[in-house]
């Protein structure tokens, strides 16, 4: 009987311990958009907001997710939470995707997790101007290019909010896949940013060399009210008072003077200008010597300087001027008056204060308040979570399967660009052989047919390879026959014999000419006694 007693309190106590593990194991806030966010999420009735948000599909997923549907707009709409979400007790995950199915040249596509609002203040009010604790995500326009985050911290001293940004923040993925932005607030203070799970950077909340600026504001500041003195002095160096120009020194020498010693080259040509009149340019028909003024032929480099050293006249080349010493001026000693650069003295800043951990706001409501000239922008699986654990196992089964699946998508269809770039060029230089093939003289009999394949085989790109590889194994067959096909020699009788028209040697001489089959069947058709008019080849015309 007592062994039931003792095992009661530890059953009770497994039960607790696995609803406990359970409860944590749930996000603070999770939004799939697998149902419409209309009545859910409200948009933002501020007339400088007309983007159209739309519940829409992924790219090539039956995923849906938050779409902004416009190019060159203003986008807000804000989710307000059941209960806020407490930041300062533990670790707190902040996780969202965005997929760019566009590309994103200049817009925003971060999250502002705003804190608790006005008394007065309502969803469809939602604007810039709309406080927050934490924006973060992409961001990108010019040369900004950076995943944000940014802390709006209250000063105790002054009661002010200011703005905290991340220094040195990871940049976005430049390309249309879907991406994942993680940030992980540590109790030690700690904060790191992940894109797609990959750390891209870690920072001290508290540190100087993190934040911009400090979150602990120095504890000494300039004083605003103090003052230069009127004498002092701030020259390291001052002229040389004492100091008297001396008797050789020239002002008025140049800087450069003529070579004397230069001797002009042999077979320099004195008399020949630089320039010519082209002797191959005529006076255009039109040209109108009372409208158009008396006309000269435009001019050319002169063919005979060329080959000469020079033309026309030769003068000595510059050299620099040894008595140069331009104009002169004291030298500088030591200012015995010299106090320094000055600055003002330190004060006590009376907005410092001292800090163990960031004074985090509640998290009342989530919003995308933001400018795009890029449409296509995909919101989707908004996280806040207590786990970086949960986080992951959301990222694995949401994100990773679309994000693998999109991967590949690209790879086809980067290699089949690839492929059909390389295609193409091939093509052009096996056209252009072939063409060159047509043109030799021996195939002329074949001409017309080669050419007609060819055209062929150029407008019809899909079947370019297998036109190609045909038309290859038909030039070497011709050539094949014509080096190796002739026939044996005939005997005279049998010469003789063959040199006597027949109604049937007639009939297959005429059927074997070349192009005779073609015109036959034309002649069929066509009334007109005349043949066909022979294709002009490329490289005819």
């Not at 159209?52 to 939470?81: N, P």
């Not at 998290?363 to 933001?370: L, V």
């Amino acid at each position: 009987m007592s062994g039931k007693r003792t095992a009661a309190p530890f059953l009770l106590l497994l039960i607790a311990s696995c609803f406990l593990h359970i409860w944590a194991s749930d996000p603070l806030f999770y939004e799939s958009f697998d149902e419409s966010f209309e009545g859910r999420w409200i948009v933002s009735d501020k007339a400088d907001y007309q983007g159209t948000w739309k519940h829409s599909k992924s790219d090539g997923h039956e995923d849906y997710g938050l779409l902004v549907s416009e190019k060159a707009r203003k986008y807000a709409i804000v989710k307000e939470l059941e209960e806020p979400i407490v930041l300062k007790d533990g670790t707190v995950v902040l996780q969202f995707e965005v997929r760019l199915q566009n590309g994103l040249e200049c817009g925003g596509a971060y999250l502002k997790y705003l804190r608790p609002q006005a008394a007065d203040w309502t969803p469809k009010g939602f604007d810039n101007e709309s406080p927050y604790t934490i924006m973060f995500g992409p961001d990108k326009c010019g040369s900004t290019n950076k995943v944000h985050f940014i802390l709006q911290h209250k000063n105790p001293k002054t009661d002010k909010y200011v703005e905290h940004h991340l220094k040195y923040p990871p940049s976005v993925p430049v390309d249309k896949l879907s991406h994942v932005y993680t940030a992980i607030l540590k109790p030690d203070n700690e904060v790191k940013i992940f894109v797609d799970g990959e750390e891209k950077k870690k920072a001290n909340f508290l540190s100087v060399d993190d934040f911009e600026p400090a979150l602990i504001p120095p504890k000494t500041i300039p004083d605003p009210d103090d003052k230069k003195p009127e004498d002092w002095d701030e020259r390291a160096k001052i002229p040389d008072l004492d100091a008297v120009k001396p008797d050789d020194w020239d002002e008025d020498a140049p800087m450069e003077i003529e070579d004397e010693e230069a001797v002009k080259p042999d077979g320099w040509l004195d008399d020949e200008p630089d320039e010519i009149d082209d002797p191959e340019a005529t006076k255009p028909e039109d040209w109108d010597d009372e409208e158009d003024g008396e006309w000269e032929a435009p001019k050319i480099d002169n063919p005979k300087c060329e080959e000469a050293p020079g033309c026309g006249e030769w003068k000595r080349p510059m050299k620099r001027n040894p008595a140069y010493k331009g104009k002169w001026s004291a030298p500088l000693i030591d200012n015995p008056n010299y106090k320094g650069v000055w600055k003002p003295q330190e004060i006590e800043n009376p907005e410092y204060f001292e800090l163990d951990k960031p004074n985090f706001e509640l998290i009342a409501a989530i919003g995308i308040e933001i400018w795009t000239m890029q449409d296509g922008i995909l919101f989707d699986n908004i996280l806040i979570a207590s786990d970086e654990k949960v986080a992951e196992s959301y990222r694995l089964e949401t994100w990773k399967p679309k994000y693998e699946a999109e991967k590949e998508k690209q790879k086809t269809e980067e290699a089949a660009a690839g492929f059909k770039d390389g295609l193409s060029g091939f093509q052009k230089k096996i056209f252009d052989l072939l063409y060159m093939i047509a043109d030799i003289p021996f195939l002329e009999p074949y001409k017309i047919k080669i050419i007609d394949f060819i055209d062929k085989a150029e407008k019809q790109a899909t079947l370019t390879i297998g036109v190609l590889i045909s038309v290859v194994v038909v030039l070497i067959t011709v050539i094949f026959r014509l080096l190796f096909g002739k026939k044996k020699p005939q005997t005279p009788a049998a010469a003789a014999a063959a040199a006597i028209p027949t109604e049937t040697n007639v009939k297959t001489a005429e059927n074997d000419a070349p192009g005779v089959s073609d015109n036959k069947k034309e002649n069929e058709n066509v009334d007109d006694a005349s043949g066909p008019r022979p294709r002009r080849s490329r490289r005819e015309t």
